[in-house]
């Protein structure tokens, strides 16, 4: 170990003294305002009484800020117990609670006759063995799926399936219809070419993020420019096609993900942040006016550490940037936070989606860099591709090196503490790619499994389930876990974090 290390580490040995003196070292965060968020004060009335109008009404604006705004953790706890591995999180052993909704050896279409889809076989215009499914979101009785265009063959790139199943391994129906999916061969590019994640809003919107790429794999080529596409989910109509402006898309950009920003039934008034993961950029697009741009910052960045992958027996590097987004809930204030991060990287991010919507700042260079800011790590093997928040105010993501779906109650500081499993399952999760916590009365967490990585670099056995589609409850998913917002935070010292937070 370095001097400068033994300097660190003594200069955290006497911040944790002065922790437990004064109590938790608070971290930046702009909506911080009064206690640092996570604290849970509670006020305890003497003679059994409830205390004061005020005191109670002072009491609940806190817990809607806490509920509002994610905790920055503090870089010390409390004690030094509780010190766990670094990819140990906190698991109900044997815990069961994702269910197989759809599942496939091999990707078929719904073809309006048999003979057109054997003439489509025959021309290699469908090629099943190409066909992988990638992003997945659930609109009351139909589940839509995506199958972005990796290799030739891939006769449709978005389709959907009935809710419930009756054949679970149904061949897609592509959505709308046929006559909206383009050929590479010959393409109509108002039409879709390459659609790798979609999202519903609360609108009832599909809004599909086209990448206009193809043959990822093989011969990466930009046939169509970047675009997205919103359709109306009542009548299925499409409502706007938006291409991304060629001055804000870079060569070898991959636009594979996208979260949209709907406030207090706005609807014409939505943001869409678009996540370019491998030129490492976010596109902010403002519905009202038509109109994106493009933004920057160094934690968009792959983790040169975190850029290793190991999947059955495979080993590979991938150094993708930023990739998973979800929204916190609104502040009282009216701002919210973007949470992000990289795939190639065991960290979450933050930065206020107020920067983000503010053409003006990314006019200049640097004005705004000091508004990202880390929230905390997951840990090695800690490498996660999509999140969502529920209305439970409880983040679920998807840890693709360990098979499995993880939780962070808002409320609580980031870390191996207070990260929970929601399920681990080497068969049922295997690399789970895509997750969207759905908009229903009672919501429900639906996860797309893939095998991806064999699907790149080796061969699929496809006398075997491939690909699977997941469901759980966001109640259930959290019970007996530490994501339960009434289970109180660990503020247990967690050296990995304090080791990552050095090296930042």
Not at 3 to 9: A, K, P, T
Not at 245 to 268: F, I, M, W, Y
Not at 431 to 436: A, V, W
Not at 475 to 497: G, H, M, W, Y
């Amino acid at each position: 170990m370095s001097d400068g290390r033994h300097m660190w580490l003594a200069l955290a040995g006497v911040l944790l003294v002065l922790a437990v003196i004064t109590g938790p070292v608070g971290s930046y965060s702009p909506f911080k305002k009064g206690p640092q968020h996570g604290s849970f004060t509670r006020t305890s009335p003497a003679n059994g009484e409830r205390g004061t109008v005020r005191e109670r009404e002072r009491e609940r604006e806190r817990e809607q800020e806490r509920l509002a705004t994610p905790y920055v953790g503090p870089l010390v706890g409390l004690e030094a117990g509780g010190k766990r591995a670094a990819n140990d999180f906190v698991e109900d052993v044997g815990k069961n609670v994702f269910d197989t909704v759809y599942h496939w050896k091999m990707i078929d279409f719904m073809y309006p006759s048999l003979q057109l889809r054997n003439n489509a076989i025959r021309t290699r215009e469908f090629i099943p063995e190409n066909n992988l499914p990638l992003g997945v979101d659930r609109f009351r009785d139909r589940l839509f799926i995506t199958t972005p265009r990796w290799n030739p063959g891939v006769p449709a790139t978005l389709s959907y399936l009935p809710l419930p199943a009756q054949d679970r391994s149904q061949p897609l129906m592509p959505y709308p219809d046929w006559s909206y999916h383009t050929s590479p061969r010959n393409p109509d590019c108002s039409k879709m070419m390459s659609v790798y994640r979609i999202q519903v809003d609360e609108c009832d919107r599909l809004w599909v993020l086209d990448a206009g790429v193809t043959d990822t794999l093989t011969n990466l080529q930009q046939v169509c420019p970047p675009k997205i596409m919103a359709f109306d989910l009542q009548n299925d109509e499409l409502l706007f096609t938006y291409v991304l402006p060629a001055e804000q898309v870079k060569e070898d950009s991959l636009h594979t993900n996208l979260v949209v920003d709907v406030r207090d039934g706005q609807c014409d008034d939505a943001f869409a942040y678009v996540a370019d993961v491998w030129r490492n950029g976010i596109t902010v697009f403002d519905m009202r006016k038509f109109k994106s741009w493009r933004t920057t910052n160094h934690l968009y960045n792959p983790n040169p550490l975190a850029s290793d992958y190991n999947y059955q027996e495979l080993n590979f590097q991938w150094s993708d940037g930023v990739f998973g987004m979800s929204l916190a809930p609104v502040h009282r204030s009216g701002d919210r936070m973007l949470l992000f991060h990289p795939m190639s990287s065991f960290m979450e991010f933050q930065v206020p989606a107020s920067i983000l919507r503010n053409e003006t700042v990314w006019e200049g260079f640097g004005l705004a860099a000091k508004a990202f800011q880390p929230v905390g790590t997951r840990g090695r093997l800690g490498q996660s591709s999509t999140s969502g928040v529920g209305k439970n105010n409880v983040q679920f993501f998807t840890l693709v090196q360990q098979s499995g779906v993880g939780c962070w109650d808002l409320g609580k500081p980031y870390n191996r503490n207070n990260l929970g499993v929601v399920e681990k399952n080497a068969q049922k999760l295997t690399f789970p790619n895509d997750l969207k916590v759905d908009r229903e009365p009672q919501q429900s967490l639906w996860v797309m499994s893939n095998k991806l990585p064999v699907f790149l670099y080796d061969k699929l056995d496809y006398t075997q389930t491939n690909f699977r589609v997941l469901m759980a409850d966001a109640r259930k998913a959290i019970e007996n876990t530490v994501c339960d917002p009434r289970v109180p935070p660990s503020l247990a010292f967690d050296a990995a974090q304090l080791e990552c937070e050095l090296e930042l």
